[in-house]
């Protein structure tokens, strides 16, 4: 007899974001833990290929997790496997990520050292506030996207060095439109010198440079200011040569007009103690 329960991958299909527009208001009541034992667990899987895969398990009460994403609601209430079995995998994210959305899901803020210790070296934060921004679409959760979007402007508000670092992150696990994308380019558009990009271009991802491209053509319009076109011509040799003998005979002419006045002006009376001083 053929197993009818539909598969985690099927559900994962079915429950997976379609894009990064405008999310639908839940109506999903408060949660108030009338039900404190009813838990859900969450397991992140990390290692891809023939790596070995860690597995790290999140427990949460499930009237937290289905109150702030109407995908996990979906799935916990479904006849899918996450529904039978009250438990969800996620392979595209990081425990580091999914330990500030749990700080999220009880407390509705995330906590940074960075921000809040002065001086602090500046760790791995901002790649996991990049993680969890990915995650929070994912779950469709706007708010949680936009609270972790203002911890990342704060902390490039806050230190003197960017970080490539997570743009590789965005790049591959963002769509085209991505407003996290569109941050970035705008942040690197405004803040990155001309040489940084010459001496850090292979930091940016290949997407990133056209999304830049595109960015500084919009920002031009459809005016097209005049040039002028001799600023690109390749100098010719004779030309050239000939440059330099008109300029030296112009200096040439210009030193006999200046010795020809000299020797015609009036001798200079000097008193002897003042060119016995200089003698």
Known sequence: MADSTPSSKDSKARLAPQGEGPRKKHMANPPDFSDSN??????????????????TKFTVHKEVACYHSEVWRAAFNSNFIEGQTQTYRLEDTTP????????WLYFQKIQIKYLEVDNMILSDEDY????LWVLADRISN???????????????????????????YVYTHTS????????????IAS????????LYSSHFPQEMLIDLATFFTEKRGNTCNPFDLS????????????DVLESAFIDSKNHMQRSESISNAPTPKFSWGLLAQHG
Do not use: C, W
């Open 38 to 55: 009813s838990l859900v667990t969450f397991i992140i899987v990390e290692g891809e290929g023939e790596k070995k895969k860690k597995e």
């Open 96 to 103: 580091r990520a999914f330990k500030l959305l749990v700080q």
């Open 128 to 131: 996991a506030l990049v993680e």
């Open 142 to 168: 706007a708010k949680l996207q936009n609270h972790t979007l203002n911890m990342l402007d704060q902390i490039q508000g806050k230190q003197t060095v960017f970080k490539s670092g997570p743009l590789n």
């Open 176 to 187: 085209s439109d991505s407003l996290l994308r569109k941050y970035y380019v705008k942040l």
């Open 191 to 198: 803040r990155i010198s001309s040489l940084s990009f010459k």
């Open 231 to 242: 600023e690109f011509l390749v100098p010719i040799e004779e030309e050239a040569k000939h």
